[in-house]
């Protein structure tokens, strides 16, 4: 259902459409500076391994930032939740080290326990937030402060693709002081264009979403599947997904669909193909004809000259030669849109979901008995 209204209510909206100049502030001044003198402490410590941690969207993004660090810094990286860094931290965590933890909020549960269980074994920690005076900034070596401040919406939009978006700028910086200018101004040029793809993107989509929606309405179950930095996509895809329409919604990388998952496919499925230009591309389009064969619905999100497009009930075209690091900011937004329309379509609040229902709030009251914010609408905004 494509919504019409000439003013739109809802945080979220608002948060989409101004995800671009909230990475064009992340290119000036005070960010930019700022990123370069967390990348001058980085290359003077000289860490032989970084540890990137986040929950829920920021988990996600983490994704990307491992990816980051690895192909342009050459600092091998890993992805972590959270809670489970924090109790189960790996034997290599110590002073030639470096945790990135990424909290929209800074105040996510867990936060402060894998801040201090890092400092303890000395390494340098991190924090990639947008609130400067929350307790994870507070807690950390350093931080990364994004734009944009406080969300009053549930879904992380604007803040998730900043996040990485920051990071990708770290990485970069990093790069250029170890030795690698030339890959490092390259990915350069493409952030400092990214931020007017996305909005040409943004403009284009948007009034494109509400038909995929309405095709999309009957749909039962949702299987995303991804590969490399774009596992963030299909994790963060399915997770609007889930929460915006009634149908259920989960993401595989494309080998696990494949040995598994699919046998679950049935009439009602939608198979999500995140397939951006990259080593596994074909293998991902093979494994979405594979699927549509079956007789599941098949929608591929790929820009329009990619081979094997014809056998996709849907198509999702994206900006071409965009490096596959990059895609992750521009191919989670065709999902905020649909699942935009799709709750407006089942009649959900796009900013709170469920997230107002008493019963939801006692759920987390019970999770965290001690704490005020659940008496609050914005109370679940942890990530």
Not at 39 to 56: H, I, Q, V, Y
């Amino acid at each position: 259902m494509l919504e019409t209204r000439a003013e739109r209510p809802y945080s979220i909206w608002d948060s989409i459409m101004r995800t671009p100049e909230m990475l064009e502030a992340c290119l000036a001044e005070p960010i930019r500076g700022h990123v370069e003198e967390v990348a001058d402490r980085l290359a003077e410590l000289a860490p032989r391994r970084a540890f990137c941690a986040g929950t829920g969207s920021s988990n996600y993004a983490s994704i990307v930032h491992a990816s980051a660090l690895e192909k342009l810094a050459r600092l091998p990286s890993s992805w972590h939740t959270t809670s489970e860094l924090g109790v189960y931290p790996p034997v290599d965590m110590g002073s030639e080290s470096v945790l990135i933890l990424t909290s929209h909020s800074g105040r996510t549960m867990g936060d402060l326990r894998v801040v201090e269980r890092a400092r303890q074994r000395g390494a340098y920690t991190i924090g990639v937030t947008d609130i400067p005076d929350s307790p994870l900034a507070q807690a950390v070596d350093d931080t990364i402060i994004g734009p944009g401040g406080r969300k009053t919406e549930l879904p992380a939009t604007r803040t998730y693709t900043a996040a990485m978006f920051r990071v990708l700028q770290l990485a970069s910086s990093l790069a250029k002081r170890l030795d690698d200018a030339d890959v490092a101004t390259t990915y350069d040029e493409d952030l400092r264009e990214l931020p007017h793809t996305l909005h040409r993107f943004l403009d284009r989509f948007s009034t494109q979403a509400g038909s995929y929606a309405d095709t999309l309405a009957d749909v039962e179950r949702y299987f995303v599947i991804g590969a490399g930095p774009n596992m963030s996509t299909a994790f963060e895809g399915a997770l609007v997904l889930l929460q915006s329409t009634d149908a259920g919604g989960q993401a595989f990388h494309v080998e696990e669909m494949l040995h598994g998952p699919i046998q679950a496919l049935r009439p009602g499925a939608c198979v999500v193909a995140v397939a951006a230009p990259g080593p596994l591309q074909e293998r991902i389009i093979q494994c979405a004809r594979a699927c549509h064969t079956i007789g599941a619905s098949v929608l591929i999100i790929a820009p329009e000259d990619t081979p094997g497009l014809r056998d996709a009930d849907m198509h999702i075209s994206m900006p071409a030669q965009i490096p596959e690091l990059l895609t992750p900011m521009l191919y989670i937004a065709p999902f905020w849109l649909i699942g935009y329309q799709s709750a407006l379509a089942t009649d959900r609040d796009p900013d709170n979901l469920s997230r107002n229902k008493e019963a939801f709030k006692s759920a987390f009251r019970l999770l965290m008995p001690r704490d005020p914010r659940f008496d609050r609408p914005t109370a679940l905004d942890e990530s």
